[in-house]
């Protein structure tokens, strides 16, 4: 069993950044694949950036590419989101979430979820 739970998020301007932290309980965190999702209201949610267990591999949504970042730090049983350069359209609930197997895309093959951290940015 992993427990997640988010945090940093908060209301930002356009063009500001906010970096997004995921805490994972228990000691098997580096054995797990890491991602960010992301739910607008009245839409589905999202994928939005995914880790390995190692962070040696990572994985964007276009819409992110080039402004967020992911990575961890094992030794924290930490994964990160840098998020940069954010639009109003970034506005949704982050969700962090775990699963056993590899970096997708895919809500589904996820395991673990966290109850989210709100990002509000504003034009």
């Known amino acids: 069993q992993v427990q997640l739970v988010e945090s940093g998020g908060g209301l930002v301007q356009a063009g500001g950044s906010l970096r997004l932290s995921c805490a994972a309980s228990g000691r098997t965190f580096s054995m797990y694949a890491m991602g960010w999702f992301r739910q607008a209201p009245g839409k589905e949610r999202e994928f939005v950036a995914a880790?390995?267990?190692?962070?040696?591999?990572?994985d964007y949504a276009d819409s992110v590419k080039g402004r967020f970042t992911i990575s961890r730090d094992n030794a924290k049983n930490t994964v990160y989101l840098q998020m940069n350069s954010l639009l109003p359209e970034d506005t949704a609930v982050y969700y962090c979430?775990?699963?056993?197997?590899?970096?997708?895309?895919?809500?589904?093959?996820?395991?673990?979820w966290g109850q989210g951290t709100q990002v509000t940015v504003s034009s």
């Open positions: 880790i390995n267990r190692s962070g040696g591999t990572t």
């Open positions: 979430a775990a699963n056993w197997k590899f970096v997708t895309r895919s809500g589904y093959d996820y395991d673990y």
